[in-house]
């Protein structure tokens, strides 16, 4: 039997991305540890607690559920009035009781969204639910004598987690991508997470997969697959863009054969390029989950969550939209400038300082400032850089004190110092040209470039250009380059 080639369209992924991120609160969620293990001695930020040592008991963190609740909010989704804690059973080195405590049938909030923006599409993402539980310990895996060994660091071990699960509303690699981008926004605006990726704060596991979708059906409902592959522990966007591509591929081959991919676990291994099994996947009824005995059921009130709903920040979506509005700023603009909330603040403070065109102080920050702080792998908080510095140096430029070159100079500096522009303008020597020596300047231009001032006079506008770019290479752009065609067309002038 011969297949007609015209009878499919396509392969279309089907996305759904569990993000894992740690909450920002001082101590861990059932006990007093300290959440400040990163560069900490193996094994030193534990107790009884987290340890699961037979009698201890857990108390749970009230800010860390608020914390959940805040990100709920924010991400549109309905919060319960009443929620739990569930036993979660399953064994692994890194889970030292043997189960881990968090939520099953009655996740904080539930029922969400979110709408991301790829290539000029809009497009909702739906938040299935947001839950809390408590971090594993780390794996080490090392060699001792040529033994290889894995080592457990149980410092991580009951760290407040917050786990947001889309619907499988995701279709592409960049769509993930931006997903989890943007959710890392919302999180950091509402100061809950840094959600450093290369800390492990923040893990991204997709679970993908593949139906094949015929022609007429693509604005139908569809059925989900029969099968799911969940790419574990990714603490990289550029890593999980990277491994969805593969995975679409390796499905896609698997069921162009006839053969349908297993339901499992992967990881992603960076130095081959390519997703590796790692276990068969569970499904809930796996982990034997039942209501957390040593932990009452909680109660809120409605006016609880209009409290907390009050602390909610302006967000990166408002805050972009506000931009292009009360600023005039391009689309792009007013992306990179709500990338972090200290920048959008930086360039608001900056822009009322300035109290002139606020596109030229997006256009210095997006261009000269952004550019010399990736150089030093900085953000804008790492600087002493101030918003009415940046300001004070555009009305230097503008007054014609300095030179738009000179200024790019002394903001190098100021972004290095903190100090303020007419003090660095005084310890680097920067100096304009004056009128005099810029008239001798051009003088000497001229009369060095007969062929010029002929073809310029022929109607040959690029011959004005090549005399104006010959007297900026000179002078090494401490000329205004309004002085310096004024100049030039004088001198051209008086040369008729």
């Not at 033994?147 to 769509?175: A, K, Q």
């Amino acid at each position: 039997m011969v297949r007609e080639e015209t009878e499919f369209v396509n392969w279309e992924a089907v996305i759904g991305l569990e993000v894992h991120i740690e909450l920002s609160t001082k101590s861990k969620m059932f006990c007093g540890c300290s959440t400040d293990y990163f560069t900490a001695k193996p094994n030193t930020h534990t107790c009884p607690v987290c340890l699961g040592l037979p009698g201890a008991m857990p108390k749970a963190n009230k800010l860390a559920i608020k914390y959940t609740q805040l990100i709920g909010l924010a991400l549109n989704c309905k919060t319960r009035t009443g929620s739990k804690f569930d036993r979660k059973n399953y064994f692994y080195p890194d889970l030292a009781k043997g189960f881990q405590i968090s939520q099953y049938d009655l996740p904080f909030s539930e029922n969400g969204h979110m709408f991301i923006t790829t290539n000029g599409r809009t497009k909702k993402i739906g938040i299935t639910r947001a839950h809390l539980e408590e971090d594993t310990g780390k794996l080490i895996h090392t060699k001792l004598n040529g033994t290889r060994l894995t080592l457990v660091d149980f410092n991580r071990s009951g760290v407040p987690l917050i786990e947001i699960v889309t619907e499988p509303d995701i279709s592409s690699s960049l769509e993930a991508k931006t997903y989890a981008r943007n959710l890392q926004q919302v999180v950091r605006y509402l100061k809950v997470s840094d959600a450093d990726m290369e800390k492990g704060s923040m893990r991204i596991e997709p679970n993908v997969s593949l139906r094949k979708v015929t022609k007429g059906q693509e604005s139908m409902v569809k059925e989900l697959p029969p099968y799911k592959v969940e790419l574990k522990n990714i603490n990289s966007f550029k890593f999980a863009e990277k491994a969805i591509e593969y995975e679409i591929k390796r499905q896609r081959k698997i069921l162009e054969s006839g053969k349908m991919p297993k339901q499992e676990t992967r990881g992603w291994n960076e130095t081959k390029q390519e997703t590796v099994s790692q276990r068969s996947k569970e499904e809930a009824h796996d982990y034997r989950y039942f209501p957390e005995p040593d932990l009452p059921p909680f109660a809120f009130e409605e006016k609880y969550f209009k409290s907390i709903s009050e602390e909610i920040p302006e967000l990166p979506d408002e805050k972009r939209k506000r931009f292009t509005k009360d600023y005039s700023l391009a689309e792009n603009d007013a992306r990179t400038l709500t990338e972090g909330v200290e920048l959008a603040k930086f360039f608001e403070e900056a822009a009322g300082a300035y109290k002139k065109d606020p596109k030229i102080v997006a256009n210095w920050i997006t261009g000269e400032v952004l550019r010399r702080l990736n150089e030093e792998n900085k953000t804008i908080s790492d600087s002493p850089l101030l918003p009415a510095s940046l300001a004070e140096l555009l009305f230097l430029i503008d007054k014609g004190e300095i030179t738009k070159a000179n200024g790019k100079e002394i903001l190098a500096n100021m972004i290095k110092t903190g100090d303020d522009p007419r003090a660095t303008v005084i310890k680097l020597k920067v100096t304009g040209i004056s009128d005099i020596k810029l008239e001798e300047i051009v003088i000497q231009t001229i009369s060095r470039n007969p062929k010029a001032i002929e073809d310029y006079k022929k109607g040959k506008e690029a011959s004005l250009m090549f005399l104006i770019g010959q007297v900026q290479r000179i002078t090494k752009g401490q000329a205004k380059p309004e002085k310096v065609r004024e100049f030039v067309l004088r001198k051209l002038s008086e040369a008729d």
